[in-house]
């Protein structure tokens, strides 16, 4: 982390004697919440959380829990920041400065952007989908879930067509995928009774038509846009990968037609022909030991790998083979990592508490 140099101010104590008071100087902390960057590829970072207002007026979303950070497809300098307690704040300038764009939503957890119009978003709540066509200005509901026992876990714009929307649900104790093919419009349940929450959604950038689905406990691929699904979680229980199947985050491979790197309970795995077979690399930490929130893989040199967990930060130059750790920024898990994709020693970072 960069080190601050700290001006001590020499204040004399000033005793009053009738009423045995002390004068006491409150000593400051650094920002431990919002959005940190990292301009050298992680080894060192600064809080960027400064919001502006009304009248641009200046404050911070430095008390914030960042449950995700989204960068534009479009654009590598604007970035969206879901917080728990606030919203959707955006920034257009590589995190110098933050806009809040939609504050009286609740707690927002997924995001999308259209990359064919990249004014035209979307944002889900546990309940609710939004949709902007304005760059935020303007928010319409476009899906409610009415049933009582279900939320909404993510969504998903298809890059291959943006007029396709997807998203995951927790129905009970399963899951189901729902996808729009008109913007957002009309809805329809695309696979319903998977066997537990759907927590994230994945199209393999070099062949659209591929999906993965990653579940609270499970992992599903389909070759067809989501008409059929293959479980493939009995993988993990056949090589004796334990909770290998209770996966936080995916990250597709460049070098290879369907390729990915999961991170899960288990650590992290690497399979190179689309789920059959998978490698688990050696971390630092015995498999089951640590809880990996967040996972990127250097898109312009997939040697570099880099994960987050809720003890620290971990990067690797050589695919794997060795780890250096890095001094986290902040105290809370590391929620969300995300790299420039134009200036890949550019990062950020975003720290979050788990809800009690």
Do not use: H
């Not at 606030?86 to 590589?94: A, H, Q, R």
């Not at 200005?137 to 714009?157: G, H, P, Q």
């Not at 490698?279 to 630092?284: E, V």
């Amino acid at each position: 982390m960069i080190k601050k140099q700290k001006i001590i101010l020499l204040i004399p104590i000033i005793t009053i004697f009738m009423t045995g008071c002390f004068l006491k100087v409150k000593k400051e902390t650094a920002p431990d919440g919002g959005v940190f960057r990292s301009l050298d590829s992680a080894v060192s970072w600064e809080n960027k959380s400064l919001l502006l207002t009304t009248g641009e007026q200046s404050t911070s979303i430095s008390g914030f829990n960042v449950e995700f950070l989204f960068l534009d497809p479009t654009d590598s300098k604007t970035i969206y920041a879901g917080t728990r307690e606030k919203g959707v704040f955006v920034t257009w300038d590589g995190a110098e400065t933050w806009r809040s764009i939609l504050a009286d939503k609740g707690n927002i957890i997924s995001f999308g952007v259209d990359q064919n119009y990249p004014c035209t978003l979307y944002a889900a709540g546990v309940k609710e989908i939004y949709k902007s066509i304005d760059c935020g200005r303007r928010w319409k509901s476009v899906f409610y879930e009415k049933r009582n026992d279900a939320t909404i876990t993510k969504i998903l714009v298809d890059p291959e067509d943006s007029t396709r929307i997807f998203m995951g649900t927790a129905v009970g104790n399963r899951g189901e995928i729902i996808w729009s093919q008109d913007n957002g419009e009309s809805w329809q349940v695309l696979r319903a009774n998977f066997k537990s929450t759907v927590q994230g959604i994945y199209i393999n950038p070099k062949n659209p038509r591929i999906m993965y689905a990653t579940l609270k406990k499970g992992f599903y691929r389909s070759p067809d846009k989501g008409v059929t699904w293959e479980d493939l979680t009995p993988r993990f229980n056949e090589l004796d990968l334990k909770n290998a199947d209770e996966i936080t985050a995916l990250e597709f491979l460049p070098s290879l037609e369907d390729g990915v790197i999961i991170a899960s309970k288990y650590g992290l795995l690497r399979s190179e022909n689309s789920g059959v077979d998978w490698q688990a690399y050696i971390l630092l930490q015995q498999p089951n030991t640590t809880s990996i929130q967040s996972l990127i893989i250097n898109k312009q040199n997939e040697n570099e790998i880099i994960y987050g967990t809720d003890k620290g930060i971990y990067r690797s130059i050589d695919s794997g083979v060795n780890w250096t750790t890095i001094k986290p920024p902040t105290n809370r898990f590391i929620r969300s990592l995300i790299m420039n994709p134009d200036q890949t020693n550019i990062l950020y970072l975003g720290g979050w508490v788990p809800s009690k």
